[in-house]
């Protein structure tokens, strides 16, 4: 089971669980030696015979979450994560699985996800349409609110069932039945004043040679990388979850929280300078390219005066994206994960990780 503590500021943080951590140190090196929170095994790093190796699972004087370990005849240091990786020759989610014990049934989240979000739901901010005569970017032409469409139709049809399939509001969305985008579900971006500043088209059909995404004609002046997807704008100050895509951060608003999607795997000038006032935790797709964005676009938050201040959490391992964990696990359970799950961001420590 994840251990959990109040760190200095009262807020819930992660642990090493001290007695899986004490298990595997045993299996693999056999003679240990086990003071407090402090577990002595000979080094991995040079000929050692009295045990040089010390790691402590509650993380040393900084309350490190994964652990430390250091070697006091090579100076070798890093997590007690990192250190199962080397040894086991695993990857960092099963090196976490070994030492902390997901749950990955969340069974256990049940109870306290209950108490966490009953009477907590969030209303979202209803939009309305701007006027195209007034406003640089407007949505494309034939493209319609997909209730507004007649009953039947094979336009509103097909994207009522890939929206349903996803748990998503249909009344959030547009559907374009000719031109250029025909049979995309057309998102809308919307600014903190409800002013359509940018949309992005959602392919609905199966032709692996059409463009899955396609946005505004070039011609605008406007890119994904001049915007950011927030469902519903959050207060300066407040937490929020930077998702690859739309669909993810509508999920993180289903939930309760504040989700926002960069469009892609980067983060850009004119996006940071939008959530420059926002407490960012960066919460990319389960795979390798998302886990190398993760590690860049901590490194770029650190490097504009967030360091120490941003979070990270990434779905589990049998969940490509939070759309796909909300489906299959549904809000409560969402909301959940990501508040127990969430870790601070370590440019440092994520090398170790490597």
Known sequence: MLLRKLN???????????????????????????????????????????????????????????????????????SLVSLVMQIDNCPYDEAMEILEGYDLTFAGLEKQVDEMVRGKSKSHKIIVETNPEEDKISLPEMTYRIQDLPSGDYFRNEAEIHLKERKLPIDKFFVCVGGKYKNRIIIPYYDRNGKLIYFNGRYLGKSKDIVKYMGPDKKTGISKEDVIYMPQWAENGSKIYLTEGEFDAYAICIAGLNGVALGGKEIH??????????????????????????????????????????????????????????????????????????????????????
């Open 269 to 354: 000038d004119t996006q940071f300078y939008l959530m420059r006032k926002y407490q960012p935790v960066i919460a990319l797709d389960n795979d390798k390219a998302g886990k190398r964005a993760m590690k860049k676009i901590g490194a770029y938050f650190e490097s504009h005066g967030f360091e120490g201040k941003v979070g990270y959490v990434k779905p589990p391992p049998k969940y490509k994206d939070w759309n796909e964990m909300l489906v299959k696990k549904g809000a409560r359970i969402l909301v959940g994960y990501l508040m127990t799950y969430e870790k601070k961001f370590d440019s440092l420590m994520m090398e170790l990780k490597e």
């Open 8 to 78: 200095k500021n009262g807020r819930i943080r992660q642990m090493i669980n001290h007695d899986k951590f004490v298990e595997w140190a045993e299996s693999r090196f056999g003679d240990v030696v086990i003071k407090g929170d402090e577990v002595r095994v000979n080094s991995i790093f040079a000929e050692d015979y009295k045990h040089h190796m010390w790691c402590n699972t509650k993380g040393g004087k900084k309350e490190r979450a994964n652990g430390v370990y250091h070697c006091w005849k090579t100076d070798n240091k890093g």
